[in-house]
C-alpha cells in the first residue's frame, strides 16, 4: 500500500514538473485573465490587417494551465473589447 502511494506522489511530481517546464517563458508567472487579454488582442490585430503578426510577447500557446480556466475566455473577451475601442478612437 505504502509503495503505490509512493509510486503514485512520484508519478504526480514528475507530470507536474514536465507540465512547469512546458510552459513558455513568455506565459509563466502571468495569470490567466492577462493571457487571454494579450491572446485577443493579438487576434483581431491579425485578424483586421493591422499587422502581419503579433508582437512577440503576445504570441503564445495557451498554457495547460489555462485550458479549463474561464479567466483565459473572460480575457479574450476584455482583450476584444479593448480593441474595439482603440479602432473607434483611431477611426475618429
Not at 511530481?13 to 510552459?23: F, G, K, R
Not at 490585430?45 to 498554457?63: I, N, Q
Not at 479567466?71 to 480593441?83: A, C, H, P, S, V
Request: glycine share 10%; charged share 25%; aromatic share 6%.
Amino acid at each position: 500500500m505504502q509503495l503505490k502511494i509512493g509510486i503514485g506522489l512520484i508519478a504526480l511530481t514528475i507530470s507536474s514538473t514536465s507540465a512547469l517546464a512546458q510552459e513558455s517563458p513568455k506565459t509563466r508567472g502571468i495569470d490567466c485573465t492577462e493571457l487571454g487579454v494579450r491572446y485577443g488582442k493579438c487576434a483581431l490585430t491579425v485578424a483586421s490587417g493591422l499587422a502581419p503578426r503579433c508582437p512577440s510577447e503576445y504570441d503564445f500557446v495557451k498554457p495547460a494551465r489555462c485550458e479549463k480556466n474561464g479567466d483565459f475566455d473572460k480575457g479574450i473577451r476584455l482583450g476584444t473589447q479593448e480593441f474595439e475601442a482603440i479602432l473607434r478612437q483611431y477611426r475618429k
